[in-house]
């Protein structure tokens, strides 16, 4: 079971962060945050190895939104600063096994969270 929270609204140029609490959180897993927004296909967004900690982020992202971990929470956070309206969409919590390298495409995730929204004005 994964569970998200820390969407909501904000300015264009403000920061949020997400966090997901996971039940499947294992070593050789890779999680990962994905969005999609209303009438769009869904998009990876960044991933993340529980087993090591090595991080890929989505071109879109890159600089401004950062993946990491609590492994004592198995707690994965997506910071996101510098918010553009753009980034508008609901954001999803994904668990998928580690298969020598973390993707952010969506068919290696097995586990889904329900999503929360992140809307920017």
């Known amino acids: 079971q994964l569970v998200e929270s820390g969407g909501g609204s904000v300015q264009a140029g403000g920061s949020l962060r997400l966090s997901c609490a996971s039940s499947e959180y294992k070593q050789n897993f890779c999680m990962a945050w994905f969005r999609q927004a209303p009438g769009k296909e869904r998009e990876g967004v960044a991933a993340?190895?529980?087993?090591?900690?090595?991080?890929v982020h989505a071109n879109s992202v890159k600089g401004r939104f950062a993946i990491s971990q609590d492994n004592a929470k198995n707690t994965v956070y997506l910071q996101m600063d510098s918010l553009k309206p753009e980034d508008t969409a609901t954001y999803y919590c994904?668990?998928?096994?580690?298969?020598?390298?973390?993707?952010?495409?969506?068919?290696?995730?097995?586990?889904w969270g329900q999503g929360t929204q992140v809307t920017v004005s």
């Open positions: 993340i190895y529980v087993g090591g900690g090595s991080t």
């Open positions: 994904a668990a998928g096994f580690w298969g020598g390298t973390c993707t952010i495409a969506s068919w290696t995730y097995i586990h």
